[in-house]
């Protein structure tokens, strides 16, 4: 499977040139840097989450979308965005990393996509998360970050809904039986009415991943709910989240709250403090988590994190430099 993920990286690099001499198209240069402590392995570490994860680690990259148009509008788009990141455990080697990889076909009610996209299950599927280094439950074990599927959704007056069916296992593609079924409906648009709530559901037979990583080769049975609720208010932002259900034949649930203030002119500083509470398996894991980001030029944003993981008995101090730059052909 990584010889296949090797493969396709070559293949977007590629035909991404060629592809660029189209006029409506979006091309972004990304990259990033990562360092930081951690008092559990008392030693310089070069990660955000783990190790195995793979947000966030030192990287070079790009992020594509390409838009179809006829007479009456858009009717594609295609969006693929990659990296070459460092992993730096014992010899240094190189990890090809597919993050977006989807088609997207536009009608006048729904949007159907297939490819590596987010599933609709939680708070995720509505929050774009992949440069930062504080994460939702998506990324806490509950639920995918990115997935390997199809997907139906549709945007009205008062919200969005969605479904899914995907392969439950996250950033690889294996087929060992594993699926995963979800949906979510919610109300509000958060730029417009600054609030959005939601309701999710999913059931599935997934597999238990740690980015490119398969810890185990038997899918998990999982059946779960949640709610989720997103409040802006001036310069104040408040992000909620609870789960609940059964994993692999156990109980399991979560809570997320994200809050943070926006200082400065436009908000370019952010400060945010991160509370995540995750029952699952028989053992409380306990993670406190406190954030600034610095919008230092429009291309270049600075991020420094405070994480102290309860179970893991473990300080971890992070910053990050991350590049993000629009280019044309």
């Not at 074990?141 to 479904?163: K, P, S, T």
């Not at 699952?280 to 600075?302: F, M, N």
Request: hydrophobic share 45%; charged share 20%; with cysteine.
């Amino acid at each position: 499977m990584f010889k296949k993920t090797i493969a396709w990286t070559l293949f977007i690099l590629a035909v991404l040139p060629c592809l660029a001499f189209s006029s409506s198209y979006l091309l972004f240069l990304e990259a990033q840097g990562i360092a930081g402590y951690s008092t559990a392995v008392k030693k310089a570490i070069f990660f955000s989450m783990s190790q195995m994860e793979a947000m966030q680690k030192p990287s070079l990259g790009f992020d594509y979308v390409q838009r179809f148009s006829g007479a009456s509008g858009d009717f594609a788009v295609l969006a693929v965005q990659a990296r070459l990141a460092v992993n730096a455990d014992g010899d240094k080697t190189l990890e090809p990393q597919l993050y977006n990889a989807y088609l997207k076909i536009k009608t006048r009610s729904v949007d159907i996509w297939i490819g590596h996209n987010r599933p609709k299950f939680g708070l995720v599927s509505s929050l774009d998360t992949h440069a930062q280094l504080l994460q939702p439950l998506s990324m806490n074990g509950l639920g995918f970050d990115r997935d390997w599927g199809v997907g139906v959704e549709g945007d009205y007056a008062e919200g969005n809904a969605g479904i899914s069916l995907t392969t439950g296992s996250g950033m690889p593609l294996y087929f060992k039986g594993n699926f995963f079924l979800s949906g979510r409906y919610s109300r509000g648009i958060l730029n417009q009415d600054n609030y959005n709530v939601g309701i999710s559901v999913g059931y599935g037979r997934i597999l238990d991943v740690a980015g490119y990583h398969l810890m185990s080769e038997t899918p998990m049975e999982f059946a779960g709910a949640g709610l989720d609720f997103s409040w802006l208010k001036n310069n104040l932002e408040h992000r909620v989240e609870f789960m609940a259900g059964t994993l692999d034949d156990q109980g399991v649930f979560a809570i997320f709250w994200r809050t943070g203030i926006g200082l400065l002119e436009e908000g370019r500083l952010k400060l945010e403090a991160q509370p995540v509470i995750v029952f699952a398996r028989k053992k409380t894991q306990t993670q406190l988590s406190v954030g600034a980001s610095y919008l230092a030029t429009p291309d270049w944003t600075l991020r420094a994190m405070v994480q102290y993981d309860r179970d893991m008995k473990d300080v971890r101090f992070v910053i990050q430099a991350y590049f993000y730059k629009g280019i044309r052909f």
